[in-house]
C-alpha cells in the first residue's frame, strides 16, 4: 500500500511505486490522461446511474410488465400496455389537453413576459418592488399557488373570485369553475399563465444584455420607443424567445400537475385530465404501475418528438450569439 | 449649413455615493460649417459627454447647444438632423449591410424604396462597400463594420457628424489607412464634424481645430499647430505631443533660471514678462527641442547628464535621462551610437523653453516669447478654481 508522509498526504515516491505495479507507466500519455479523466469522472457517474440511469431503464422495463406495487417488477407482458394505452381514450384526452394548455400558455406567457420585462426595464419608482413580485409566483411551490387558486375559484361562497364577481353585481348565480366541463380547464390555464416570472427574469436579463450604443443608435436613427422595439427590440430577443419557447415545449407534457392535483383531480370528467397527472392516477390510485410506466414512456416520446422537431430552428438561430 | 455653438454647456451628474460629478464645465465653442473639430483629453474629462449632450443623448444641465444659431436643446436626437458614428459601431445585429444604412431613412422620411435604395448605394459606394450590403454585421470584419457605420451616418445627409473613437476598436494599420480616409470624406462631403478621440496622432492629423479638455474644462482651443507650440497651460503642453513635453521646477536669479542641474540664461524679453528674483516657474522643453552632444558644445548653458535608456524608433532614437531627478526625454537623430551610461553634455535653447506659472500652470512664456494671452484668462474663474 501507499505509505503516507507526515503531513498526511501520499509521498512522491508510494505514488510512482503504484503506479509501477499498475504498469500505468507502460501506457501511452494520452491513455493515462483518458484513465485519469475516468477516475475523476466516476463518482458522478455512479450517481447519475443510480439516480436517472436506474429508474429509466427500470421503467421502460416495467411498462412491459403488468405490476403493481406490491409486485414489482411483475409478469412480463411485451406491448400489452401500449396497446391499452392506444385505445385508452382518456390518454388522448389528456394529451389533448395538455397541448392545449400549452398552446395558451406559452404564447401568453412570452407575451406577458416580454412586455413586463420591458416594463421593469424603466426606471419606474419601485421597479424593484414589483420585480419581487413578478418572481413570487415562481418562488414558491406550485402546489401552494394551485391551493390558493382553489381557494380563489372553488364555487362556493367562499370562492373569493365568485363572491366579488356577485357582489359587483357582474354574474346573477356562481360560476363552477372548477366543477364545470365548461370552465374547469380554462381555471387550470389560469392558474398556469400567471406564472410568468420566470421567463419575465430570462428576458430582463437579456434586455439588459443589449448594448446601449444600438439603442442610442436607434434614437438618433429616429425610431419611436414602439419602433425601437418592434424593430430592434424585439428581433434582438429572438435566441431569447426561441429558448423559452423550446424549454417550455419540452416541458409541455409535464404541465399542470400541481395545479390539476389540487384544484380538480383531473375531472370533471377528465376535463382537466393532464398525462403527468394520469400517470399519478395509474400508479397510486389504480395501483397499475405497468400501464403508469407505459403512459410515461408514450410521454417522452411525445417530448422528444418535439425536441427532435425543434432542434434544427433552434441551430439556425445560434447565430446572434456572438 | 451647420454652424455648431456650445454655449456654456455644463453637465452635472449627480452620484448617490459620490455627490455630484461635474463632467463638463462651461464649454463654449463655435464650430464653423464644414470644420473638422476633435475633442480630445485624457479619460473621464468629459469629452464624450460633450458630444452625447450635442446627440441629445444626455440633457445638458445648463448651457444650450445651437445648430445655425437655433438652439437644439429641447429637440430629441433625431430632430437635430446629426449622425452618430459610435466607437464600437453600434449596427443593429440583426440586419444586413443595406438594412442598417436604410433604418434612419425609413424611421424619419417618406421616401419611397426606391429612393432609399438609391440612397444607400450612393453611399455604398463612397464608402466601397456595394458588395458587402447583403451581409449581416457578424459577417463583417471590424474595418467593415467600420465603414457600414459611416456610410449609415452619410446616408442620412445630416448637418453635423458626431463621431466618438471611432477608429479606435480598429488594428494599428487598418486605423492608419481609415485616418486618412476618414479625412478625406469630410473634406469631400464638407460635413460639420465633432471628433472625440484621445489619441495624439489623430487630434494633430485629423482636425482643422483642437478642443483639448480636462476634469470637464476646456483647456485650449485651436489649431493643432498652435497647440503644440503654444499650449495656454502646462497641461495642454504635456497632453499634446509625444514623447510629453519634459518639465522642471526652475527658480529665478539674477536673470537666469537656476535649478539643480541645470541653468538657463533668459532674454530681457523674457525678463520683463515674468517676475522678480526668487520667483518660481516651471519649465517645459519638448524632447526634440534640447540640443545634445556636439549641438550643445557651443552653448553657454550645456550641462551633462549620464543616459540610461536608449530608445531606438527607427525614425528618430529617444535617450532616457535623470535631470534634477526626474526622468526627461531627449530625441536625437537615429544614426547616433550612444549607448546607456554614456555621458554627454546638453543644453535648453532659452527661444525654445516654455515657463508656466508654477501655481496656475498657465503660460508665460512659449517658445521663448511671451505667451498670447488670448485664450487663457478669458475665463478668470478657470484661474482662480486652479488655484483653490
Redesign the interface.
Given at each position: 500500500m501507499a505509505s503516507k508522509t507526515e503531513s498526511g498526504s501520499v509521498s512522491p515516491d508510494a505514488v510512482q511505486s503504484l503506479k509501477r505495479r499498475l504498469s500505468i507507466e507502460s501506457l501511452s500519455l494520452h491513455q493515462q490522461e483518458t484513465i485519469e479523466g475516468w477516475l475523476f469522472a466516476l463518482p458522478k457517474v455512479l450517481v447519475i446511474l443510480f439516480v436517472i440511469g436506474f429508474p429509466m431503464v427500470f421503467g421502460v422495463y416495467l411498462s412491459f410488465t403488468e405490476s403493481t406495487l406490491l409486485a414489482l417488477p411483475g409478469e412480463f407482458v411485451g406491448i400489452e400496455n401500449y396497446v391499452w394505452l392506444m385505445n385508452y381514450g382518456t390518454w388522448w384526452i389528456s394529451l389533448k389537453n395538455v397541448l392545449i394548455i400549452g398552446a395558451v400558455k406559452i404564447p401568453t406567457n412570452l407575451f406577458f413576459a416580454f412586455t413586463t420585462a420591458l416594463l421593469l426595464r424603466e426606471k419606474l419608482r419601485g421597479s424593484a418592488l414589483y420585480r419581487v413580485a413578478f418572481i413570487v409566483p415562481v418562488a414558491g411551490p406550485p402546489i401552494i399557488w394551485g391551493i390558493v387558486w382553489r381557494l380563489f375559484l372553488f364555487p362556493t361562497e367562499g370562492g373569493i373570485a365568485n363572491s366579488l364577481l356577485l357582489n359587483l353585481g357582474l354574474i346573477e348565480q356562481y360560476i363552477p369553475f372548477l366543477s364545470s366541463t365548461t370552465f374547469a380547464l380554462p381555471s387550470v390555464i389560469m392558474s398556469l399563465i400567471w406564472a410568468y416570472g420566470l421567463s419575465t427574469l430570462i428576458y430582463l436579463a437579456a434586455l439588459s444584455g443589449l448594448?446601449p450604443?444600438?439603442m442610442?443608435?436607434?434614437?438618433?436613427?429616429?425610431?419611436?420607443k414602439w419602433?425601437k422595439i418592434r424593430?430592434?427590440i424585439w428581433?434582438?430577443m429572438?435566441p431569447t424567445t426561441l429558448f423559452l419557447v423550446v424549454i417550455q415545449l419540452i416541458m409541455v407534457t409535464r404541465l399542470g400537475f400541481a395545479q390539476v392535483f389540487v384544484m380538480t383531480g383531473g375531472g370533471p370528467l377528465d376535463a382537466t385530465m393532464v398525462p403527468s397527472y394520469l400517470v399519478y392516477e395509474l400508479a397510486f390510485s389504480f395501483n397499475e404501475f405497468g400501464r403508469a410506466s407505459a403512459t410515461a414512456m408514450a410521454m417522452l416520446v411525445v417530448t422528444v418528438v418535439i425536441a427532435l422537431l425543434l432542434y434544427k430552428p433552434l441551430q439556425s438561430n445560434a447565430?446572434?450569439y456572438? | 449649413m451647420g454652424t455648431l455653438e456650445l454655449d456654456n454647456l455644463t453637465k452635472i451628474f449627480s452620484d448617490p455615493d459620490e455627490g455630484e460629478i461635474v463632467a463638463v464645465d462651461e464649454f463654449n465653442a463655435e464650430i464653423k460649417d464644414g470644420e473638422f473639430l476633435i475633442l480630445v483629453g485624457p479619460s473621464g474629462c468629459g469629452k464624450t459627454t460633450t458630444l452625447r449632450c450635442v446627440?441629445?443623448?444626455e440633457q445638458p444641465t445648463r448651457g444650450d447647444i445651437l445648430l445655425d444659431g437655433e438652439s437644439v436643446i429641447e429637440k430629441?436626437?433625431?430632430a437635430r438632423n446629426?449622425?452618430?458614428v459610435?466607437?464600437?459601431y453600434?449596427?443593429?445585429?440583426?440586419m444586413t449591410a443595406r438594412e442598417n444604412m436604410s433604418?434612419?431613412l425609413r424611421?424619419?422620411t417618406d421616401l419611397s424604396n426606391d429612393e432609399i435604395d438609391d440612397r444607400v448605394n450612393e453611399a455604398a459606394e463612397i464608402m466601397g462597400i456595394e458588395d458587402l450590403l447583403e451581409k449581416?454585421p457578424?459577417e463583417l470584419s471590424g474595418g467593415q463594420q467600420q465603414r457600414v457605420a459611416l456610410g449609415?451616418a452619410i446616408v442620412?445627409d445630416p448637418e453635423v457628424f458626431l463621431m466618438d473613437e471611432p477608429l479606435s476598436n480598429l488594428d494599428a494599420k487598418l486605423r492608419t489607412q481609415m485616418r486618412t480616409e476618414l479625412q478625406d470624406l469630410q473634406q469631400d462631403l464638407g460635413v460639420t464634424t465633432v471628433y472625440v478621440t484621445h489619441d495624439q496622432t489623430e487630434a494633430m492629423t485629423m482636425g482643422d481645430r483642437i478642443a483639448v479638455l480636462n476634469d470637464g474644462e476646456l483647456q485650449q482651443i485651436g489649431s493643432p499647430d498652435e497647440c503644440y507650440s503654444e499650449p495656454a497651460n502646462q497641461f495642454v503642453a504635456g497632453f499634446i505631443g509625444s514623447p510629453s513635453m519634459n518639465f522642471f521646477d526652475v527658480e529665478l536669479r539674477d536673470s537666469v533660471l537656476m535649478s539643480e542641474d541645470f541653468d538657463v540664461t533668459i532674454s530681457p524679453e523674457i525678463e520683463r514678462e515674468i517676475d522678480g528674483d526668487g520667483s518660481e516657474y516651471v519649465l517645459g522643453i519638448r524632447p526634440e527641442e534640447i540640443l545634445s552632444e556636439d549641438a550643445a558644445e557651443g552653448g553657454e548653458d550645456r550641462f551633462t547628464i549620464d543616459v540610461k535608456v536608449v530608445e531606438p524608433l527607427g525614425d528618430v532614437t529617444y535617450l532616457y535621462a535623470d535631470i534634477n531627478g526626474k526622468e526627461a526625454t531627449i530625441a536625437v537623430d537615429r544614426s547616433t551610437d550612444l549607448e546607456p551610461g554614456d555621458r554627454i553634455s546638453v543644453a535648453f535653447p532659452v527661444d525654445e523653453i516654455h515657463l508656466f506659472d508654477s501655481q496656475t500652470g498657465d503660460a508665460i512664456i512659449n517658445r521663448g516669447a511671451p505667451a498670447a494671452d488670448a485664450f487663457v484668462t478669458e475665463d478668470e474663474s478657470t484661474t482662480e478654481k486652479t488655484e483653490a
Open positions: 448594448p450604443s444600438v442610442e443608435s436607434a434614437a438618433i436613427d429616429g425610431a419611436n419602433q424593430y430592434v428581433p434582438l429572438k447565430e446572434y456572438q | 446627440a441629445g443623448l430629441k436626437p433625431k446629426m449622425a452618430m459610435f466607437q464600437n453600434a449596427l443593429y445585429p440583426h433604418f434612419g424611421m424619419t449581416k457578424s449609415r442620412r
